[in-house]
């Protein structure tokens, strides 16, 4: 019998398939990828209350936690589909959620719903189009899901296939150089990334089974490794990697995952991808994409390497900041609305590099939550590029000036997104950052030298100068003659923009029930986590 975890990417996989077989109007494809979608929003919300609160299980039936056969201690994952019909070539499928999953499975439900409702006069191409929506769907959640290294690889490499697509067929004037650019530093990445998965196999995978699941054979099994590794971390006397074994097999994986959060200096192919796709590729790629790197830190660096992670936190710690301050100014220079939104998400995923490299509980649960976050407030600024441009056919802001008259809707909306992603507290995005700040400066990491907090908390302040810079520029004033004929906002962009803004306010007065999941998450996979 299939799965809830299972169904959460089939249902997409069957409706792009659907899509492009018989979506042979503009308005059959958008309505069947809409259904589709809606399908899985109410599964992924069902997933998720279930997570929150385990007495709002109504469909799911409440979520337990599956230990392996030697015993605790164990790292809790729920929902968990395991079939080894491969077992022998050390494959299995196996899918799991936990408190660090189920938000981001939640949110790649959300943004596509969101996405195909903003895109819903699109006219190019329509059933290719929504079908790529759909099958970027399957390969995301699948990421999120996945517990065993070769089926973490298939999926995550299919991410790459409908994004390349979508860049390379709906972008601007620039789309093939961005989409080829996108897909060279991308799959680079994947590909140092899969040589620590191969090395992991042959060198250390037979024991660390054995100690886990009594079977002395390779696997590529990902639940081992993170059993294996709390036991580790918290004293079990398991046989586990050594440090040296495990700071190679760190840095490989840490390099596949700074590209795709991206991380300075492998980041130079974001704002390329971000100017040159269309609104609803560009909200799924900074919604969601990118938190295909910072989940991949959590879940291999900290959760399979924790010697590796305890040794090398400074190189995570001068990442994060380089990439916040750097983002930062950078940001001030801009003058394409849509670059420096791209940019800004270079700065706000050096948060998720800061909280990991704390190693504290408050610090790495506001890298987790910064994930969440950045991809509510990020798709509302990137649909607010794509209104901009369809109404005025610019997003150069020396030429937008003025909007708050011909265009209040999107003026209101803009100036919530600003306010949201440079922390204003009462909105989303302020818990995570202040966590981030608080457990990076309690770092035992940082003592004697807590004043260095300096440098990265600079980025908080140049951040706040360049959307308030750049909001006086596009809002105040008298509007030039050519914006007199501006219209304010679609109704169907109107919807999505709803929805993300109740989000924005709603996470950001009652932040308690998503970090209730990550406190869950971190005190059962991190219990050698030190600090708050």
């Known amino acids: 019998m299939v799965g809830v975890l299972s169904l959460l990417w089939l249902i997409p996989f069957v409706g792009a398939l659907i899509v492009w077989g018989i979506g042979t ?63 022998d070539y050390g494959f299995n499928y196996i899918v799991g959620v936990d408190g660090l999953s189920v938000p981001l499975i939640w949110l790649t439900a959300l943004l596509t719903t969101l996405a195909i409702v903003f895109h819903w006069d699109e006219e190019q191409r329509p059933r290719a189009f929504f079908g790529l929506f759909m099958f970027l769907e399957m390969a995301l959640v699948g990421v999120f899901q996945a517990l065993d290294f ?55 995978s037979a024991s660390v089974n054995a100690a886990v699941y009594g079977v002395n054979a390779p696997t590529l099994d990902m639940t081992a490794f993170l059993h294996g590794a709390l036991r580790h971390a918290t004293g079990s006397g398991i046989v586990y990697l050594t440090l040296g074994a495990q700071i190679p097999i760190f840095a490989a994986f840490l390099f596949g995952f700074i590209v795709k ?39 291999i660096n900290l959760g399979m390497l924790p010697d590796a992670a305890r040794s090398l936190w400074w190189v995570l710690a001068i990442l994060g900041t380089v990439s916040m301050v750097y983002a930062a100014f950078v940001c001030l220079a801009q003058t394409d609305l849509k670059r420096l939104i791209a940019y800004s998400s270079v700065g706000h995923m050096g948060f998720v590099l800061l909280g990991a490299s704390s190693l504290t509980v408050i610090g790495v649960q506001g890298g987790i939550f910064q994930l ?103 809002l105040f004033g008298d509007p030039p003659e050519k914006l007199a004929k501006a219209h304010d906002l679609l109704p169907w962009e109107r919807i999505s923009y709803a929805v993300l803004v109740a989000l924005v306010f709603l996470v950001g007065l009652f932040p308690l029930p998503f970090l209730g999941m990550i406190n869950a998450y971190t005190s059962g996979s991190f219990p050698w986590l030190g600090g708050l």
């Open 372 to 474: 969440f976050n950045h991809g509510i407030i990020t798709a509302i600024l990137f649909m607010l590029a794509g209104s901009v441009k369809h109404s005025t056919g610019t997003r150069d802001i020396p030429e937008l000036q003025g909007l708050a008259r011909v265009m209040p809707q999107f003026s209101l909306i803009l100036a919530i997104g600003f306010f949201a992603s440079l922390g204003l507290p009462g909105l989303n995005s302020f818990w995570s950052e202040f966590m981030v700040f608080v457990g990076a400066y309690g770092s035992p990491n940082l003592d004697p030298n807590r004043r260095l907090i300096l440098i990265p908390l600079l980025s908080i302040v140049v951040t706040a100068a360049y959307y308030l810079y750049t909001m006086q520029r596009i």
């Open 25 to 87: 109007s503009q308005r059959a494809a958008k309505f069947i990828a809409l259904g589709f979608s809606l399908v899985e929003m109410v599964l992924a919300t069902s997933l998720l209350l279930a997570m929150i609160n385990p007495g709002w299980a109504f469909v799911l039936g409440a979520p337990t936690a599956t230990p392996p056969p030697t015993g605790p201690p164990f790292v809790p994952l729920f929902y968990m589909e395991r079939f080894g019909g491969w077992k």
């Open 261 to 299: 959060l991206p991380s300075v200096p492998f980041h130079t192919w974001l704002p390329d991808a971000h100017v040159e796709a269309p609104t609803g590729g560009s909200v799924l790629l900074a919604g969601v994409l990118l938190k295909m790197g910072g989940y991949g830190i959590f879940r």
């Open 150 to 204: 070769i089926l973490f690889a298939v999926f995550w490499e299919l991410v790459l296939l409908p994004m390349f697509f979508l860049i390379g067929i709906w972008g601007g004037p620039n789309r093939r150089y961005a989409a080829l650019k996108f897909l060279i530093f991308t799959h680079v990445g994947f590909v140092i990334m899969l040589l620590s998965m191969f090395t992991l196999y042959w060198t250390a």
